[in-house]
């Protein structure tokens, strides 16, 4: 399981090369290039999770590193999906080195499998993959939010890129930003109340209370709160962009680095 997932994080890296490349060179080739490279790590991903499950003992699903690496390849499996519905292909300097960071992580802070769960592995299993789906569209919803306001920022100083620029247009980034951050709240919203009944059936309570559960609503409350000023006030793109990405600062932050000091 680690070689698998160093290999797939050099995959990650190279298409994170070849993104970026593009940006620079204004190069769209390359940026197909690296959306090629980030399919095929993708499926390298995906084989390493199927591995995982051959292992005697099976890790949990619930270790920190497990959760980082789906949440990752999660990412990479929204952004092409994405692709599908609005050509924003520049995304990939920003998706395709999370992935890879997030790989490395899963690679190098991973442990020996732990005791068995408590309780429904049921929906520990629903908790972690409705959560990690939510946090990686919440992520391509914030990397759209970045590019936006970096792409904004050009144009408000007359910058504006040339015809043949690679960056994705003001309105395919936010067309993007809106689809990410509504899919993924409500996804983040399904993986807490599984959670909530997950801990119901381990513990017998519905909240466990303590600094992760209580961080996690805050952050889903923040999250509540752009959904809200997105659609149901009409807010700017830009605003819109800006509440994104510190808003997925806020729950990398609550996940990873809560998870890290615990």
Do not use: C
């Not at 298409?15 to 204004?26: D, E, F, H, K, T």
């Not at 689809?179 to 059936?201: I, K, M």
């Not at 961080?215 to 809200?228: D, R, S």
Request: no cysteine; proline share 4%; charged share 10%.
């Amino acid at each position: 399981m680690l070689e698998l997932h160093q290999w797939t994080a050099a995959a990650y890296l190279a298409a994170a090369l070849a993104a970026v490349a593009g940006l620079g060179v204004r190069a769209r080739p390359w940026l197909r290039f690296g959306v090629l490279l980030l399919a095929l790590a993708a499926a390298l991903h995906g084989f390493a999770f199927f591995e995982i499950h051959r292992l005697e003992p099976t890790p949990a699903l619930t270790e920190l590193p497990l959760v980082v690496s789906l949440a990752a390849w999660l990412l990479v499996l929204s952004f092409l999906a994405l692709q599908l519905r609005v050509p924003a292909r520049g995304l990939a300097v920003i998706v395709a080195p999370a992935a890879f960071l997030g790989t490395v992580f899963a690679a190098f802070w991973a442990t020996a499998p732990g005791a068995p769960e408590r309780g429904s592995a049921l929906w520990s299993h629903l908790h972690v993959l409705l959560a990690s789906a939510g946090l990686a569209l919440l992520g391509v919803a914030g990397a759209a939010g970045v590019l936006y306001l970096v792409h904004h920022r050009e144009i408000k100083r007359k910058r504006r890129a040339a015809p043949h620029s690679a960056l994705p247009s003001l309105e395919s980034l936010d067309r993007a930003n809106a689809l990410a951050l509504a899919l993924g709240f409500l996804l983040l919203s399904l993986g807490v109340v599984t959670g909530v009944l997950w801990v119901e059936t381990r513990e017998g309570h519905l909240w466990p209370g303590g600094l992760h559960a209580n961080a996690t609503l805050g952050v889903w409350i923040a999250y509540a709160a752009l959904v809200f000023a997105r659609f149901g006030t009409g807010q700017g793109a830009r605003l819109s962009a800006l509440g994104s990405a510190a808003g997925f600062a806020l729950l990398l932050l609550t996940v990873v680095g809560i998870g890290v000091v615990r």
